[in-house]
């Protein structure tokens, strides 16, 4: 099993620049991708940014620019600083991670997930 914690998020006012974060823990023995989702009320929950384990990046159009994905490969960590913040971009942010674990079996494992809401 992968626990992945998530911290960060909150109310911000438009404009704003929140951080969040993201560690992994449990049966880990590699971790490939990592990224960020996002699911918005009466919405599916949608793709924000991705990394790969060699640091290569893609990010949903809307946030280009603005958001920057990063990771620490020896704390097991992923942040996403967002920053220029919209009232659209008010919705629950998800940490998602694939690894493999210490027996040689895949994850997929996704956090609680981090409310951030944006006022205009």
């Known amino acids: 099993q992968v626990q992945l914690v998530e911290s960060g998020g909150g109310l911000v006012q438009a404009g704003g620049s929140p951080r969040l974060s993201c560690a992994a823990s449990?049966?880990?023995?590699?971790?490939?991708?990592m990224g960020w989702y996002c699911q918005a009320p009466g919405k599916q929950r949608d793709l924000v940014a991705t990394i790969t384990a060699g640091g290569s990046t893609n990010y949903e159009d809307s946030v280009k620019g603005r958001f920057t994905i990063t990771r620490d490969n020896a704390k097991n960590t992923v942040d996403l600083q967002m920053n220029s913040l919209e009232p659209g971009d008010t919705a629950v942010y998800y940490c998602?991670?694939?690894?493999?674990?210490?027996?040689?079996?895949?994850?997929?494992?996704w956090g609680q997930g981090t409310q951030v809401t944006v006022s205009s």
């Open positions: 998602n991670v694939h690894s493999l674990g210490v027996l040689g079996n895949p994850f997929g494992s």
């Open positions: 449990g049966s880990i023995f590699r971790i490939f991708a």
